[in-house]
């Protein structure tokens, strides 16, 4: 069992950063890969990033590179998702979720990979 909980989001003017934070816990968190995914209004929820716990190996959406990165601290449980150059149309709830590394790919981005999920923070971005 894996607990989530995101934290780090609010309103930002477009071109603003963000740094999320998901404080991870339970046992054995090296052998969990963690993701963050965002949902907008009326939308599916949408594959951000994602990162495994032991080497670190990580994937971005195309949607987001070059403008995101995610990384994390094994010593405090902790994954980021910093955001820059923020647009309005980031605008969504993000959500963390963990998925056993046994059966993660970075090919595979569909949120039913992820079977722990955090309660999700809003990123609201105004133009």
């Known amino acids: 069992q894996v607990q989530l909980v995101e934290s780090g989001g609010g309103l930002v003017q477009a071109g603003g950063s963000l740094r999320l934070s998901c404080a991870a816990s339970?046992?054995?968190?090296?052998?969990?890969?963690m993701g963050w995914f965002r949902q907008a209004p009326g939308k599916e929820r949408e594959f951000v990033a994602t990162i495994a716990w032991s080497g670190g190996r990580a994937y971005i959406a195309d949607s987001v590179k070059g403008r995101f990165t995610i990384s994390r601290d094994n010593a405090k449980n902790t994954v980021y998702l910093q955001m820059n150059s923020l647009k309005p149309e980031d605008t969504a709830v993000y959500y963390c979720a963990a998925t056993l590394l046994a059966v993660w790919r970075t090919s595979n981005t569909s949120p039913t990979t992820y079977p722990y999920w955090g309660q999700g923070t809003q990123v609201t971005v105004s133009s």
């Open positions: 339970g046992r054995t968190l090296t052998t969990y890969a």
